[in-house]
């Protein structure tokens, strides 16, 4: 079965606002976990990307890792949710072609 990565984007996308909303704590692990692995199939799949925007895909990759986890507060974690709805806004050309 193949799955786009336009669709991927979408999924993160969305599941990313969402999680500026109060949700339960499973929630936010899954969002940590598809962005983890979502953020290693664009650095995987995706040919042209600058060497910025591989810095920030590991960013992410850090950031969402669900073993080592990073505790923030919820204001920090809207913050880094915004930057990286961002960063996969921003990847829209590259993930089409």
Known sequence: MYISLSYLRS???YSLFLAILPMPY????YVRLLVFIVA??????IIKLTMLEKALLIL????????????????????????TVGLFWYLKPKVDT
């Open 11 to 13: 999924i993160v996308i």
């Open 26 to 29: 499973f929630y936010y692990m």
């Open 40 to 45: 290693i199939i664009f650095l995987n799949r």
């Open 60 to 83: 992410s990759v850090i950031f969402y890792n669900p073993l080592l986890v990073i505790h923030l507060n919820k204001v920090i974690w809207i913050i880094i949710n915004t930057l």
